[in-house]
């Protein structure tokens, strides 16, 4: 690429650099006739100025074409060695007029045309370097003729201009390198500091857009983040009103509480999608690869979708299949999730099918839908974070446009290409392309969720924030946990101590949070506490950091991750599945 960049533009410089050799072409023969009128026949003269300028004119017009045609076109040879042969034709009368003022023997002649000769070789030097071969052919033919005739008489003054004509061409020669090479590295800078500026100017435009795009996501996060936050202040509000005026009705407290948890479900889906992103970011989402029966899996997203299709009236459909993928079944589950929720939603009439295609060595799954569509300027688009086509109200009935989002990164991810297709008013069709895998000897079987309750522990809890280590501390002691809550690692291990003292004071777990005061983190308390008991105790640690280097650095603590908002029965999970690892180990 850069070798013809720089062919393009050495060929560029040969034309436009050549207007000076022309201009010297038609100037310079009238007076050198004028000297050479008594060596000359009229009809050699008028013979000779008719051919060089005949040439000329043809050189200029093949200059004007080559900057009329396209870039593209500036490559061709035939321009290239157009312009050469027209260039050795004119060096070649010269040199026949050279050799013709040599011949005729008078002393003055032979000075005037080793001036015009010379002044020839050395002004083709800047115009005829850019492309080698088109000046030594010039050169060549301007000084060829005189040394022959130099050198076919063998006196003393002959000689000495053979040898002056060698030595003029020799260091003409050597010029003309030099000046070759100096245009090839010019043109070498010069192509690194367009390919530098465009660089410059392509950082600038992803800068830019993604300052755009940051803006467009802080000004719908925050809107999204306000609403739920805004109700919550207005229920609160409304139950801090009813308990002053006496008992609260239980039918109103239900009611309200309610209410407060479905906005605590949407502020939690919000905060958990933007963790999905940062986690999908961060590479700290763990890839399962195994086969995956596409009959089992379409079932159950049949079975998913089958009371939208119903609530929604409309068709759904799954061509079933009985291929088997490599992947993993819960990132390849929650892309068609986040897909089919997709099609549902923007589908107002017709209905949604789910399929497959076998493209080699590949599946390509399928969704489509009959839905209001997407124009192809916005195709790009619906795949960044919060943007929502037809959701300018922010409705969260209709999600939070974080959906494509997660499965964009989740099918780079895995490795999966995804593609849209679509037209406004006619539909739309996602596709993701799957690797085939032989169907297992046995197919794997989904381990089954333990529910029961497990037996007390003894918790160490770690949270700087105290009406969150106060509100922590409750939920696990209602749960009949014993609790040593501390607001570093050193005041949780002397409550432990004090609580040792009155009698047999077991820990089972610890729990803590990522981020600490004093620049501590969640790991640093876990080996604090570790080292206190002597023993390596499970730990559940959990952050609210969204940022993918600090995911990156909780997730290699080797504790097992957990993300605020907690959900009560995760946490209960947690902490059962933390004993169930500590029992088999």
Known sequence: ???NLQQRDLVDLLFRQSYAVLFANLVIPL????IFRNALSPTAMVCWLAALYALTLGRIVLARAYFRQAPAHTLGKNWLWGNTLLSWSSSLLWGWLGWAGFAHGDPQLFAFTCIVLTGLVCGAVPSLSAYPPA???????????LLVLCLSVADEQHTTYSFFIVCLAGVNLYYSRVTYRSLCETIRLRQEN??????LREQRDRARSADQAKSRFLAAASHDLRQPIHALGLFVGALSALAERGPVDS?????IATRLRAMLGNLGDLLNGLLDISRLDAGVVPVAREPISLHKLFADLQEEFAGTARERELRWR?????????????????VLDNLLSNAFRYTQDGGVLLGCRRRGAELEIQVLDTGIGIHSSQQEVIF??????HNAERDRKQGLGLGLAIVRHTARLLGHPLALTSQPGRGTCFSLRVPLTEAPLQAPSMPLAETCRGPELGIMVVEDEFDVLQGLCKLLEVWGHRVYPGTSALLACQRHIEASRCGRAPVDLILSDYRLGEGQTGADAVRRIRSYLSRKVPALIITGDTSPERLREAAASGSQLLHKPLDTD????????????TSSA
């Open 1 to 3: 690429m850069h070798n």
């Open 31 to 34: 007076p050198v006739l004028y």
């Open 135 to 145: 000046y030594i052919g010039s050169l060549t033919a301007m000084l060829l003729p």
């Open 194 to 199: 367009s390919e530098l500026v465009q660089s």
């Open 251 to 255: 039918r109103q407290a239900r009611d």
């Open 318 to 334: 799954v061509q079933d299949s009985r291929q088997w993928v490599d992947s993993d079944p819960l990132l390849l589950k929650r």
């Open 384 to 389: 960044d974070e919060f943007v929502q086509l």
């Open 570 to 581: 995760q946490l209960r999970a947690a902490i059962a599945s933390s004993q169930e690892l």
